[in-house]
């Protein structure tokens, strides 16, 4: 079973920088895409950013400017550079693999999560 782990997470001031990674146990086939989702107290989980097989990339319109989406194939690892954080980007942030399994189909592997607090 794949495991994935995040780090990266903590207590910011405004205005300051993160960088979350999340790593896998072990080598994952056929990816489809990698994403960083987020959860704020008594609210959604919602997708912050993901980047394809292809590399292609995509933003919440919340965090477009400010973070930055990459991957290390080699390393099974995806990274979330944030900037210019605000109090609004305190979540937890998950990362999420959906990798394609013969037999199953697309499959999702979540990390058990990382807590960004941004205040002062």
């Known amino acids: 079973q794949v495991q994935l782990v995040e780090s990266g997470g903590g207590l910011v001031q405004p205005g300051g920088s993160l960088r979350l990674s999340c790593a896998a146990s072990?080598?994952?086939?056929?990816?489809?895409?990698m994403e960083w989702f987020r959860q704020a107290p008594g609210k959604q989980r919602e997708l912050v950013s993901s980047i394809s097989n292809d590399g292609s990339t995509t933003y919440a319109d919340s965090v477009k400017g400010r973070f930055n989406i990459s991957r290390d194939r080699a390393e099974n690892a995806v990274y979330l550079q944030m900037s210019s954080l605000s109090p609004e980007d305190t979540a937890v942030y998950y990362c999420?693999?959906?990798?394609?399994?013969?037999?199953?189909?697309?499959?999702?592997?979540w990390g058990q999560g990382t807590q960004v607090t941004v205040s002062s």
């Open positions: 999420n693999v959906v990798a394609m399994i013969t037999g199953l189909g697309p499959t999702n592997y």
């Open positions: 072990r080598s994952i086939s056929n990816i489809i895409v």
